[in-house]
């Protein structure tokens, strides 16, 4: 018989493997590529009248595109305007100096290869949904590292800087790549972000840190109001990014926006966690973050409900930790409201291309080498993403064009990315997005199921028309798990700069329906259909809301309970928010 101490060293030579090879992939399995693009291949083999088509297409394209090139050197022959040209959504070729030949020409012939390899990645049959998403992602990075604005010599408006400026845009372009290169070597932040410090230029609403465990702070924040609303405001920040997004500039922040309004705000401030933090899991972050969170504020808050509020995967935890509260009988909650939180993740949006068996056990395998998963892996996914406007159009601006543009605090903030410990990103990763255990009534905490039904506290919830981590439509689908009374609000902008939306925002923009507790959802095209619309934030519909659930207002609270254990510590924005 093989020993288990063998079994042991063989598990740990292929996890030591593994971890090497995700160093070498940059932590992108290649195997499950090969599988995605193998499948297309082979199933596109066997497609004759899917191939056909994607003929006909490129003969077509090719067609169209010999036309438009004749007419275009006939019209420059005969020194004619050029004929108008329709307005581009691509930013990229939206400029007028793409119009001038030959530019017109190359913006044309990428257009139509986004068209072919659109229409050749969709609709072959026997391909698995998952490995059809992945070849048209896999293709749309080609096509976006290639595409023409990317290179000095195809995009107009590098020859326009160039020439204007006899060259000098490439001279500053190369400081600033200098500049890039020294951060990034260093492991400093990106150029900029000093103009951003943490408790001062962003995270400056005044508080106190009224508890710190080895996982948590907790943040009361100084009231402004004469009176406050009884019941106070808990809010759970996803800990994958550092607290302060909603607490940016004075401005935009909407911490200070809910003092303002007379609310008692608590908030959690996560712990960027190290090495030795590789063990904590999902049930810790539970009891240590929220559990620890809710006892503190009940002290300091005496006899009164609690509004919970939970940020995208903060918000996943407050479902979860509000369902186990429901199921062992616990009533201390007053509402709840989520922000781009997802509780289905049967469609979970772009972030699924990286998440399968494959990238999952690589990523396991490299997070137990490590201990955690690194900031600036989650960084490079989220930039793969959306890789036409945040990776390679900054690095035209930087490099080619010599444009280096201000940050703001949201970028500034963005760049202050956290780690996530291995235990506990590994259990997200798999009931979650692998298993889909919550939504299925099969989520065990603290080894007891929770049901997201047995719910029945009114809520407040927010998806963002341009969420590429929590689409919308997904988020909608607590409808389907939760019977309680649900405010869905829909605003536009994605999945940061949607709850960033404060009033006076330009360009913003929501709608907005209530289902009554207990009545039957209708499906998310008909609620889009329906629901009413309103210029601007979605703030102001999010305080009444919270007022109309709210008793009349009180004195407000003492900061900490020192009697009671929980004196103030740290002025906000405490320690553990400026930990790298």
Not at 142 to 169: R, Y
Not at 177 to 182: E, F, V
Not at 444 to 454: F, K, M, N, T
Request: with cysteine; proline share 6%; hydrophobic share 40%.
């Amino acid at each position: 018989m093989v020993s288990r101490q063998s079994i042991d060293q063989t598990e740990h030579l292929d996890a030591s493997a593994r971890a090497a090879w995700a160093r070498i992939w940059s932590s992108i399995s290649p195997e499950s590529q090969l599988l995605a693009w193998m499948d297309w291949v082979r199933h596109l083999s066997i497609s004759p009248g899917k191939q056909e088509q994607l003929r006909q297409l490129a003969l077509s394209q090719w067609e169209q595109l010999f036309r438009d090139w004749s007419e275009e050197l006939a019209a420059s022959a005969r020194t004619t305007a050029p004929a108008s040209t329709p307005a581009y959504t691509d930013r990229r070729f939206s400029d007028p100096a793409w119009d001038r030949w030959p530019f017109n020409l190359l913006r044309q012939t990428y257009q139509a290869q986004q068209q072919w390899w659109q229409s050749a990645t969709e609709g072959v049959a026997g391909v698995e949904p998952h490995h059809q998403k992945m070849v048209a992602f896999g293709a749309e990075q080609w096509l976006n590292m290639f595409s023409p604005s990317n290179f000095a010599l195809t995009n107009p408006l590098v020859w326009d800087k160039t020439l204007a400026e006899q060259g000098d845009n490439f001279s500053r372009g190369l400081e600033n790549w200098q500049q890039d290169m020294q951060a990034q070597s260093a492991g400093e932040p990106p150029v900029g972000t000093e103009d951003f410090k943490v408790g001062q230029d962003v995270a400056a609403t005044p508080g106190k840190v009224v508890l710190r465990n080895e996982l948590v702070e907790l943040i009361q924040y100084t009231p402004t109001t004469k009176q406050v609303h009884p019941e106070p405001i808990l809010i759970v920040p996803a800990w994958i990014m550092k607290y302060y997004i909603l607490d940016l500039s004075e401005q935009n922040s909407l911490i200070k926006y809910l003092v303002d309004q007379g609310h008692t705000v608590f908030c959690l401030s996560w712990k960027n966690p190290e090495a030795a933090d590789h063990a904590f899991g999902m049930d810790d972050y539970i009891r240590l973050g929220w559990t620890a969170s809710l006892d503190a504020v009940n002290v300091i808050v005496p006899g009164q409900k609690i509004h919970a509020t939970g940020y995208c995967l903060g918000g996943t935890l407050l479902s979860i930790a509000a369902a186990g509260m429901a199921r062992d009988g616990d009533e201390r909650l007053a509402s709840l409201t989520f922000f781009a939180a997802q509780t289905d993740f049967s469609e979970p949006g772009d972030l699924s291309l990286f998440i399968d068996e494959s990238q999952v056990s690589m990523l396991e395998a490299q997070m137990a080498d490590e201990g955690y998963l690194r900031a600036n892996q989650m960084e490079a996914a989220f930039q793969m993403l959306r890789s036409a406007d945040l990776l390679w159009a900054p690095m035209v601006n930087k490099y080619l064009l010599g444009e280096r543009r201000p940050l703001n605090d949201l970028m500034a903030w963005n760049a202050d990315a956290t780690r996530m410990p291995a235990t506990m990103h590994s259990q997200y990763l798999r009931r979650m997005y692998l298993n889909n255990d919550l939504s299925q009534n099969r989520y065990p905490l603290e080894g007891r199921i929770v049901s997201l039904a047995q719910i029945n506290l009114p809520t407040f919830c927010v998806g963002t028309v341009s969420d590429h981590v929590a689409p919308w439509r997904s988020v909608y689908k607590l409808h389907y798990l939760v019977p309680a009374e649900i405010t869905f609000v829909l605003t536009t902008g994605g999945h940061n700069a949607g709850i960033v939306s404060e009033p006076g925002h330009p360009r913003r923009n929501y709608q907005i329906s209530t289902r009554a507790a207990g009545t039957a959802p209708i499906l998310v095209d008909e609620w889009q259909a329906q629901a009413s619309s309103h210029p601007g934030s979605w703030w102001s519909a999010w305080a009444e809301w919270l007022k109309a659930r709210s008793g009349a207002p009180v004195k407000p609270p003492q900061m900490g309970a020192a009697k009671q254990g929980f004196a103030p510590l740290d002025p906000a924005p405490g320690q553990y928010v400026l930990v790298k």
